[in-house]
């Protein structure tokens, strides 16, 4: 049994508390406000999450350093724009050795850095590894079948926490390319804003298979570019996250998309979603990025305009059908 703090009660943040305590760790769930913790540990359970019990051996907390003192690893499941003030809050207090792995998907979007980035920099001290993959809070917390990969830098390090975290319902790969898993947990989020648009405008089956396709084209080109492994982008957290994320209901950037795609601003998107949507702080970023490396990302650029430049996504979806002939795969000779 090890000694485990989860950093963040909110709906992934409870359901990787919960996968972790069945399969028999101690596991202390931290709330940045006390009232938030108060309710959990009188209710055994958060309103993002109905019908699902938190068992009374997680121990919740809004003491930080109950969460982080002492524990063998951490889990950084807040979103992913609070990353770094938490990591500056954890900084003193965990000792060296310490593994923390993020469960954020997203880029920051003044330096650029994934969430392992910021850990490294922030938690010197610490080792840093990422959890990502078609995982759904919903269906984690009620333990349906689910399957993750982890990235470390160490392949000791990804066996051992492959071993805390997999059970009968969740199953867990390792993986040695953490950027590769990082960027494809965050740029799919900004392509299932563009399938949720075009849920909202009322296209069908074949506009959202193209947004995944292509979505994953553009992925894999900037993420190849910036170091990351074509085959980690053929996996979980590229193609299977990008799937599951476009289609699901679960998905708040589908759902963010799909008011976008109805006629709302990006502004009152989020506030019906209600939930952090963590594509809206990653589209930026991953254009800088693209303009850095040289590459083209049409589908993120033009959701960049819907979001930030008030562009009608019809005219979005006209500009990407009318682009220039090419063919599929430059790679491919004839």
């Not at 998107?269 to 949507?277: D, L, N």
């Not at 002939?325 to 004839?334: A, F, G, Q, R």
Request: charged fraction near 20%; charge should be negative.
């Amino acid at each position: 049994m090890e000694s485990i703090g989860v950093l963040g009660a909110g709906s992934w943040g409870t359901a990787l508390a919960i996968l972790l305590s069945e399969n028999g760790n101690a596991v202390t769930l931290w709330s940045h406000r006390e009232e938030g913790a108060r309710r959990i540990r009188e209710k055994r359970q958060i309103d993002s999450l109905p019908g699902v019990t938190i068992p009374e051996a997680v121990c919740v907390t809004s003491d930080l350093s109950e969460a982080v003192c002492g524990k063998q690893v951490l889990v950084a499941a807040v979103p992913s724009s609070h990353i770094r003030e938490t990591a500056e809050r954890v900084a003193p207090l965990a000792a060296p050795g310490t593994i923390v792995v993020s469960a954020a998907k997203g880029i920051e979007e003044k330096t650029l850095y994934t969430m392992t980035d910021i850990l490294e920099q922030v938690i010197p001290q610490a080792e840093a590894a990422v959890l990502s993959g078609p995982s759904h809070a919903e269906e984690v917390a009620r333990l349906l079948p689910t399957t993750c990969v982890i990235g470390a830098h160490r392949e000791e390090t990804a066996r051992y926490l492959q071993r805390l975290f997999m059970s009968r319902m969740f199953r867990v790969y390792i993986s040695a390319d953490m950027l590769g898993i990082e960027l494809g947990g965050a740029l799919k989020n900004v392509i299932a804003l563009a399938a949720g648009i075009a849920d909202g405008m009322g296209y069908g089956d074949n506009a959202k298979a193209a947004l995944i396709t292509r979505g994953i084209v553009e992925i894999s080109r900037l993420g190849i570019k910036l170091g990351g492994r074509r085959e980690t982008f053929s996996g979980l957290t590229g193609v299977g996250d990008l799937i599951v994320t476009c289609a699901s209901m679960h998905s708040r950037n589908r759902r963010a998309g799909i008011l976008l795609g109805q006629g709302r601003t990006m502004e009152e998107a989020m506030q019906e979603v209600q939930m952090v949507v963590e594509g809206v702080y990653s589209a930026r970023a991953a254009m800088e990025l693209a303009a850095k490396c040289g590459v083209e990302l049409p589908i993120i650029e033009q959701v960049n305009h819907v979001l930030f430049d008030g562009k009608d996504p019809k005219k979005a979806v006209s500009e990407l059908m009318l682009r220039d002939s090419k063919t599929e795969d430059s790679l491919i000779p004839w």
